[in-house]
């Protein structure tokens, strides 16, 4: 609520949130939740040309939320709140289902090792 209070740019649309927003009001459906999965089928059935305009009007989007986002951090210095603005580091990559099993097998192999060598401990 904080960072809404301090006025930070709202994150970039999408190119098919925008299509929704477009036609959402157009549709057909009983429910909402209709209403998205009726759009979703839509727009999956549009041929790349077609999904053209929303995704050129999403990339425009990103560049806005980019310049914004540059004059709000600025605007944070200003005001003291560093603690506010994305770090300029890299955010550690999420684990892949291989990366995650290598890890899980390396630290078994570890607690392998440590209970042989209680065991080796224990029995001197």
């Known amino acids: 609520k904080e960072l809404t209070v301090l006025g930070k740019p709202k994150r970039p649309r999408s ?3 925008i299509f929704v927003s477009e036609n959402f009001q157009g549709s ?10 009726q759009l979703f089928g ?16 999403a990339e425009d989007d990103k560049v806005r939320y980019g310049n914004e986002m540059k004059s709000w951090e600025a605007k944070m210095v200003e005001l003291g709140r560093e603690d506010l603005i994305r770090s300029k580091q ?11 099993k290598k890890a899980g097998t390396a630290k078994a192999s570890s607690r ?12 001197e």
């Open 42 to 57: 839509a727009w999956q059935k549009l041929s790349s040309s077609q999904k053209q305009p929303y995704l050129q009007l």
């Open 112 to 123: 392998e090792k440590k209970a042989k060598s209680k065991l080796k401990k224990s029995e």
């Open 15 to 17: 190119g098919f949130n």
């Open 28 to 37: 057909e459906g009983i429910s909402p939740a209709a209403k998205l999965k």
């Open 90 to 100: 890299q955010k550690p990559k999420k684990q892949t289902a291989g990366t995650a």
